[in-house]
């Protein structure tokens, strides 16, 4: 069964550094997301992305988030300045359709850890 | 916005019992309502969902009603198993695909 796959599993970083957390979505899906998780706590919606630009975004993604797809499988979330704050799980998610068949489907996530 | 509230946040049951997972919802246009499992150190994943056209919706053990009125959506699980522990969460959304708008979580164990 197709999945959704994110690497890595985890990231250190020092607080103030560029991390980037890539995904794989489903082959055939079209629209694109990442939240995030912070420990203990519920899922956070950041951002969506359909058509090579953001659909929706949360409060959470400031200035300091960007998303990307730099090709035709990889999905990217990029922090440009990591805060202690960000320490969380982020989760990629994809579905193939905003109509009838929308079930978004996630990423196993990424630890990050900002010391 | 929407909010979406999840009770009870914790949820022990003997083994083969019942357990019942409730939600409500504020933003009357939400219209679709997905229910995810999320095991220690994993992604949620997609257990059942239920869209505001339907009042119940069942696959084997896993079950979930939906309220309109009264804005909110139930999860229930029979013959629980301890492979069923893990955290459940319940989401709501409108407009097909946008972003979800989770509960705050419910954390199930079966006891054997």
């Known amino acids: 069964e197709p999945e959704v796959t994110q690497t890595p599993s985890h990231q250190v970083t020092q607080m103030g550094q560029e991390v980037i957390l890539r995904c794989v979505p489903i082959?055939?899906?079209?629209?694109f997301y990442w939240y995030r998780q912070i420990l203990g706590q519920k899922v956070e919606f950041l951002v969506s992305?359909?058509?090579?630009?953001?659909?929706?975004k949360s409060e959470i993604f400031d200035d300091q988030f960007s998303v990307e797809r730099p090709d035709g499988s990889n999905f990217t979330l990029k922090i440009r300045s990591t805060k202690l704050e960000d320490s969380a799980m982020y989760f990629c998610?994809?579905?193939?359709?905003?109509?009838?068949?929308?079930?978004?489907?996630f990423g196993p996530g990424t630890r990050l850890t900002v010391l | 916005g929407e909010n979406v509230e999840q009770h009870p946040s914790t949820l022990s049951v003997q083994e083969g019992d019942s357990a019942v997972i409730k939600c409500t919802y504020s933003?009357?246009?939400?219209?679709?309502f997905p229910w995810y499992k999320q095991e220690l150190g994993k992604g949620p994943q997609l257990i059942i969902d239920i869209r505001s056209n339907v009042g119940e919706k069942k696959d084997q053990r896993i079950a979930v009603t939906l309220n309109k009125t009264a804005k909110h959506f139930s999860l229930h699980i029979t013959e629980t198993q301890p492979e069923d522990s893990a955290v459940y969460f319940c989401?709501?959304?409108?407009?097909?695909?946008?972003?979800?708008?989770f509960g705050p979580g419910t954390r199930l164990s079966v006891l054997p």
């Open positions: 989401a709501a959304t409108y407009n097909y695909g946008q972003n979800f708008v």
């Open positions: 082959s055939n899906h079209l629209y």
């Open positions: 998610a994809s579905s193939d359709f905003r109509g009838t068949a929308d079930t978004q489907y």
């Open positions: 992305f359909y058509n090579n630009e953001i659909s929706e």
């Open positions: 933003d009357s246009a939400s219209n679709y």
